[in-house]
């Protein structure tokens, strides 16, 4: 008896391992159908990267409550927002904690794989949730982690995390909040574009300032700005064109530019979008207390930035405006402006600006950009601004997205499919109505309009034969623009096939960035060189 107790129990730990085993399984594993980029893409009907699925009040969307201005960064893969304490309707505490239960619990429903809490204060607060009924049915696990967003290593972390989500169908998205869905998500969801999506450093940065709602006039905030525009994507961290195709939402159709921060670099590569009387705060002039001189000038990319859109753009003429904070007598501050605006004015002079680009001005204290009452607002006060007074007329109406105003390029650039019965061998012709979207290749109702009237037009000459070539602007690394443009090429390809023309009439190469048609230093300019050139073999 005594051995076959011995062996009922040894029977019942094996079992009972195997279930545990079985039963660890079953709660580790994801959802049982995939929840993949279009689900979330329609279930939240996202639009651009300013829409909100949850608004401020943590309303639109029940199933996420709990969460708080809530906005896709990548469809399907990266979310940002906040964590609704504060205007929670039953259960309201403190706006500086993690996400309450339910948020948690709803993300988890959601089938989200990760949430991060961006703040390390009051991380013991955070609820635990290991387990939940997903919305396809499933048990789902969602990962609950507190990490710190101006930690580099920790911002390393969580991009991997966010790259493994966008590579494996299997891995649900990932939330990323702070306390008002702000700043500190707003600033990782910046690095997150520039790393998945190509966003450039100062597209980046007004993403960030549009993201703010309008809380973006801190001085403190410069130092979000500037490691936005600093950070340099990880090699190993790299998505193919076709995924960023899926999950790269685009910025909103129009933005207000009231809201964003312009800075000296716009002056540098937009100044077409820049207003006569623009006020550009040169936030890395910075003055010691009752000091007129800067060390290392040579150094200050302000100054640098101010002599290099001079060069580019010489019909500019900009006031040196000096400031101070309110500490001292009036007089006292008046000189001393003068004496900071001055020396800039002089520093410029002796680096090859003409004078007539220049004139200079000291305030005193009588317009302070930001408040006295704290050390960091003074030292703000201590400022260089440069004031547009005069520069070539041209549409100020966009900021960063300049729209389709091609200037001296309109024109030039104006081609008829006519043309190409007048083409020789050899020659192309630009289809500039084919217009892509940034990291896009899939043909759609606007720019298909074009193809398929070139279509037509072989149909009825059928000795025609043709190269379909594809361009992409400078933006993003040359070997991902040339697969890029082979993919815009093929889909000109495929369309054409599809209207009827047979493939041995056709075929098609991809150029990369190569042979731009217009500056790419300029948005419209980079739209041009997104383009379809198709090159006449026969005829």
Same mark, same amino acid.
């Given at each position: 008896?005594?051995?076959?107790?011995?062996?009922?129990?040894l029977?019942?730990?094996?079992?009972?391992?195997?279930?545990?085993?079985?039963?660890?399984?079953?709660?580790?594993?994801?959802?049982?159908y995939?929840?993949?980029?279009?689900?979330?893409?329609?279930?939240?009907?996202?639009?651009?990267?300013?829409?909100?699925?949850?608004d401020?009040?943590?309303?639109?969307?029940?199933?996420?409550?709990?969460?708080?201005?809530?906005?896709?960064?990548?469809?399907?893969?990266?979310?940002?927002?906040?964590?609704?304490?504060?205007?929670?309707?039953?259960?309201?505490?403190?706006?500086?904690?993690?996400?309450?239960?339910?948020?948690?619990?709803?993300?988890?429903?959601?089938?989200?794989?990760?949430?991060?809490?961006?703040?390390?204060?009051?991380?013991?607060?955070?609820?635990?949730?290991?387990?939940?009924?997903?919305?396809?049915?499933?048990?789902?696990?969602?990962?609950y982690?507190?990490?710190?967003?101006?930690?580099?290593?920790?911002?390393?972390?969580?991009?991997?995390?966010?790259?493994?989500?966008?590579?494996?169908?299997?891995?649900?998205?990932?939330?990323?909040h702070?306390?008002?869905?702000?700043?500190?998500?707003?600033?990782?969801?910046?690095?997150?574009?520039?790393?998945?999506?190509?966003?450039?450093?100062?597209?980046?940065?007004?993403?960030?300032?549009?993201?703010?709602?309008?809380?973006?006039?801190?001085?403190?905030?410069?130092?979000?700005?500037?490691?936005?525009?600093?950070?340099?994507?990880?090699?190993?961290?790299?998505?193919?064109d076709?995924?960023?195709?899926?999950?790269?939402?685009?910025?909103?159709e129009?933005?207000?530019?009231?809201?964003?921060?312009?800075?000296?670099?716009?002056?540098?590569i937009?100044?077409?979008?820049?207003?006569?009387?623009?006020?550009?705060?040169?936030?890395?002039?910075?003055?010691?207390?009752?000091?007129?001189?800067?060390?290392?000038?040579?150094?200050?990319?302000?100054?640098?930035?101010?002599?290099?859109?001079?060069?580019?753009?010489?019909?500019?003429?900009?006031?040196? @405006?000096?400031?101070?904070? #309110?500490?001292?007598?009036?007089?006292?501050? *008046? !000189?001393?402006? $003068? =004496?900071?605006a /001055?020396? &800039?004015?002089?520093?410029?002079?002796?680096?090859?600006?003409?004078?007539?680009?220049?004139?200079?001005?000291?305030?005193?204290?009588?317009?302070?950009?930001?408040?006295n009452?704290?050390?960091? @607002?003074?030292?703000?006060? #201590?400022?260089?601004?440069?004031?547009?007074? *005069? !520069?070539?007329? $041209? =549409?100020?109406? /966009?900021? &960063?997205?300049?729209?389709?105003?091609?200037?001296?390029?309109?024109?030039?650039?104006?081609?008829?499919?006519?043309?190409?019965?007048?083409?020789?061998?050899?020659?192309?012709?630009?289809?500039?109505?084919?217009?892509?979207?940034?990291?896009?290749?899939?043909?759609?109702?606007?720019?298909?309009?074009?193809?398929?009237s070139?279509?037509?037009?072989?149909?009825?000459?059928?000795?025609?034969?043709?190269?379909?070539?594809?361009?992409?602007?400078?933006?993003?690394?040359?070997?991902?623009?040339?697969?890029?443009?082979?993919?815009?090429?093929?889909?000109?390809?495929?369309?054409?096939?599809?209207?009827?023309?047979?493939?041995?009439?056709?075929?098609?190469?991809?150029?990369?960035?190569?042979?731009?048609?217009?500056?790419?230093?300029?948005?419209?300019?980079?739209?041009?060189?997104?383009?379809?050139?198709?090159?006449?073999?026969?005829?």
């Amino acid at each position: 008896m005594k051995v076959l107790s011995i062996i009922i129990s040894l029977v019942f730990i094996i079992v009972f391992n195997f279930c545990m085993k079985a039963q660890d399984s079953t709660l580790s594993s994801g959802p049982s159908y995939d929840l993949d980029v279009n689900y979330y893409k329609n279930r939240y009907v996202e639009t651009d990267l300013m829409y909100k699925i949850v608004d401020n009040w943590g309303n639109g969307f029940d199933s996420l409550y709990g969460t708080r201005n809530m906005r896709p960064i990548l469809h399907g893969v990266a979310y940002r927002g906040g964590a609704n304490n504060y205007y929670h309707k039953t259960d309201k505490r403190s706006n500086s904690n993690p996400l309450p239960d339910d948020g948690i619990e709803n993300l988890c429903k959601e089938g989200f794989s990760h949430s991060v809490y961006l703040y390390r204060k009051n991380w013991s607060s955070a609820p635990v949730l290991d387990t939940c009924e997903c919305v396809n049915d499933d048990r789902n696990v969602m990962q609950y982690d507190q990490f710190d967003y101006f930690d580099d290593q920790h911002v390393h972390d969580m991009l991997e995390i966010v790259y493994n989500s966008a590579k494996d169908d299997d891995i649900g998205p990932v939330y990323l909040h702070c306390w008002n869905g702000w700043h500190a998500s707003g600033f990782i969801s910046a690095i997150i574009l520039k790393q998945f999506c190509g966003t450039t450093d100062l597209d980046a940065v007004t993403y960030w300032d549009l993201g703010t709602d309008g809380a973006n006039s801190s001085p403190r905030y410069n130092k979000i700005r500037d490691r936005i525009k600093n950070f340099k994507p990880y090699s190993n961290f790299m998505l193919y064109d076709s995924v960023q195709n899926k999950i790269c939402p685009p910025m909103p159709e129009f933005i207000d530019s009231s809201q964003l921060h312009i800075s000296i670099e716009h002056l540098v590569i937009v100044p077409e979008a820049i207003p006569i009387n623009t006020v550009l705060i040169l936030n890395s002039v910075k003055f010691l207390p009752s000091k007129t001189t800067l060390s290392n000038p040579d150094r200050n990319e302000d100054l640098k930035n101010i002599i290099k859109a001079l060069e580019k753009s010489p019909d500019i003429v900009l006031e040196i @405006g000096g400031h101070t904070d #309110r500490s001292g007598n009036e007089v006292t501050n *008046k !000189k001393l402006s $003068e =004496s900071r605006a /001055k020396y &800039v004015y002089d520093y410029l002079i002796r680096k090859g600006v003409s004078p007539s680009n220049l004139t200079s001005k000291g305030y005193g204290s009588s317009k302070p950009a930001y408040t006295n009452r704290t050390r960091d @607002g003074r030292a703000a006060n #201590r400022r260089i601004e440069v004031k547009v007074l *005069k !520069k070539k007329a $041209e =549409s100020s109406d /966009k900021l &960063v997205d300049e729209g389709e105003s091609v200037d001296p390029y309109e024109n030039k650039l104006e081609t008829s499919l006519k043309d190409l019965f007048d083409k020789k061998i050899g020659e192309s012709l630009l289809l500039n109505h084919v217009v892509f979207e940034p990291n896009m290749f899939a043909i759609n109702d606007t720019n298909s309009v074009q193809i398929d009237s070139l279509a037509e037009i072989m149909k009825y000459n059928a000795s025609i034969k043709i190269e379909v070539m594809g361009y992409t602007d400078k933006s993003g690394i040359p070997e991902k623009n040339l697969t890029l443009s082979i993919n815009r090429a093929k889909a000109v390809y495929d369309r054409l096939i599809e209207k009827g023309i047979a493939e041995d009439r056709l075929f098609y190469s991809g150029c990369g960035d190569a042979n731009p048609v217009a500056p790419n230093t300029y948005r419209w300019g980079r739209d041009l060189n997104r383009r379809i050139e198709v090159v006449l073999l026969e005829k």
